[in-house]
């Protein structure tokens, strides 16, 4: 099976079935998996922060560090590569956004960006079917693209499936 590595800021996104979308290691970052059940098409950001009003011009060269430029860039990203343009039946499944080297919680970027993420999506009408958010431990989230199944790993202990 090909996998599709994303990284910090980065974006991915494929409709073939020998395909799988990985993003290694989310601590207070999360990935926002996006579905497009119409043409089977999967597409992930990896979120950094939530506003890119801190680094404008970081957004405009990799907007998927933020989540105000990073959910409207991948949407605009897998519409160029062949998913549905009708987003009304697109669903996101969220994971990450904990407090690993935060554990006072004195920054809470992980709350921070399931907050703007959740409020960014709700504003464009698009539903958030799962989540596996918060708490303290980093997560590597796997993306099966022929089925839409997602195992998240994290270290110690036992895959799940969100």
Same mark, same amino acid.
């Not at 991915?12 to 290694?24: C, D, E, L, Q, W």
């Not at 997560?139 to 202990?157: A, E, H, M, Q, Y």
């Given at each position: 099976m090909d996998n599709i590595i994303v990284g910090i800021g980065q974006?991915?996104?494929?409709?073939?079935?020998?395909?799988?979308?990985?993003?290694? !290691? =989310?601590? *207070?970052?999360?990935a926002a998996i996006a579905f497009d059940p119409e043409a089977r098409f999967v597409g992930l950001v990896h979120i !950094? =922060?939530? *506003?890119?009003?801190?680094?404008?011009?970081?957004?405009?060269v990799s907007p998927g560090h933020f989540a105000d430029t990073g959910l409207p860039a991948l949407l605009k990203y897998m519409r160029k590569l062949g998913a549905n343009g009708n987003t009304a039946k697109y669903f996101f499944k969220l994971a990450g956004g904990a407090s690993v080297s935060d554990p006072n919680n004195v920054f809470n970027v992980g709350q921070r960006n399931i907050t703007a993420i959740t409020r960014i999506l709700k504003?464009?009408?698009?539903?958030i079917a799962?989540?596996?958010?918060?708490?303290?431990?980093?997560?590597?989230?796997?993306?099966?693209?022929?089925?839409?199944?997602?195992?998240?790993?994290?270290?110690?202990?036992?895959?799940w499936n969100l």
């Open positions: 974006m991915g996104a494929a409709t073939r079935p020998a395909k799988r979308i990985t993003t290694y !290691a =989310l601590g *207070s970052c999360v !950094a =922060l939530p *506003s890119s009003s801190i680094n404008p011009e970081k957004a405009r504003s464009m009408d698009m539903r799962a989540s596996n958010v918060g708490e303290r431990i980093s997560r590597t989230v796997k993306v099966d693209v022929c089925t839409g199944r997602v195992v998240i790993s994290s270290p110690g202990l036992p895959d």
